[in-house]
């Protein structure tokens, strides 16, 4: 099987050219639902298959959904820095290396738990902005980019779907129901 199909499942991530209301809502609908679309595909999974990688020399399933919860409270920190600081400058994160503290292998129950806080209170941040604080932004320092809070849910959409897809491909490649 292609590497990169096994790496990005529903493609590479594309910073959008245009966003109108209609993709925002359904970018913030994305977020919204992601925990019970992920408890869904996860809730019957053996612990012999959280721990299957998804590619070779790839994150285990239980990895994924824990860098899921890591990944997604850095992104609503980020988001209420944007909102609150002129233009803050995130601090970023080793997401490789937080994929190998010992958390990672926990059950995967409390990472789902903290999935459902998180985005139950970025999603009701992200439903009740004006337009103005949709265009606020942070900056990253790796890349210097400034990072709109609109183009952001973008991305975590993106990120949601994506790691979704790395579990539900596992699934249907070795046939778990």
Known sequence: ???EKLKYPI????WPKEINVELLNSWISVISEF???LKVETAFLT??????RYRPDGWTIRQVVHHCADSHMNSLMRLKLALTEDQPIIKPYYEEKW???PDSRL???SSLLILD???QRWAT???NLTKEQLGRTFIHPDSGRSIRIDANTALYAWHCNHHLAHITETKKRNNWS
């Open 1 to 3: 099987m292609d590497i």
């Open 11 to 14: 493609g590479k991530f594309e």
């Open 35 to 37: 925990p019970t679309k």
């Open 47 to 52: 612990e012999d298959q959280l721990d299957t």
């Open 99 to 101: 994929a190998e503290l």
């Open 107 to 109: 059950p995967i129950g």
């Open 117 to 119: 806080g998180i985005h």
């Open 125 to 127: 941040i992200l439903r």
